[in-house]
């Protein structure tokens, strides 16, 4: 047996999947769009000693077009009101005067609904476009409150009162 060709493979195979890669972190969101665009959505957990972030990145898979990066402190993330038939939160990217606000939800009302996500681009306030995703086995859609449990976990709290996000105790 000749190691060359096995070990040509292996790399080959390796390469494939870190172009392919997926978020290195936690995945938010990772579906495609249509048109072979796809969006992905990550969480860079934060700690209590570092700052957490998110990542967005929308194109074609493995070759984003736009990728933006939004930190746990900017207070873009938005949970559930308690309003409303769907549970849902969201997270807003800024860039250029654009918003790129990535959500996903479920209908809690219908049982049998599937999770939802997309993102809904805006510039300034004016509506341009809400894309979701295609439901299929390559689609991640992370449960509801995993925003607001990613926050937690990096010392902030959500102030009622205020509609924000703080460090520390919100008490």
Request: glycine fraction near 10%; include cysteine; aromatic fraction near 8%.
């Amino acid at each position: 047996m000749r190691p060359f060709p096995c070990l040509l493979v292996l790399v080959l195979i390796l390469a494939a999947s870190v172009a392919l890669a997926d978020c290195r972190t936690e995945t938010l969101i990772s579906c495609d769009i249509g048109d072979g665009r796809h969006l992905e959505v990550c969480i860079e957990p934060g700690d209590f000693q570092g700052e957490g972030a998110f990542t967005y990145a929308f194109g074609p898979k493995g070759r984003p077009e736009l990728t933006l990066r939004e930190p746990f402190a900017a207070g873009t993330a938005s949970p559930w009101s308690g309003v409303g038939r769907a549970i849902w939160e969201s997270v807003a990217f800024r860039n250029d005067g654009h918003v790129y606000e990535a959500w996903h939800s479920v209908d809690r009302l219908d049982e049998d609904m599937p999770l939802e996500a997309g993102v809904t681009i805006l510039r300034g306030e004016a509506f341009l476009a809400a894309l979701s995703c295609k439901s299929g086995p390559a689609t991640v859609i992370a449960p509801l409150f995993t925003i607001q449990d990613a926050m937690a976990a990096a010392g902030f709290c959500r102030d009622l009162n205020r509609h924000e996000w703080r460090r520390g105790s919100c008490g």
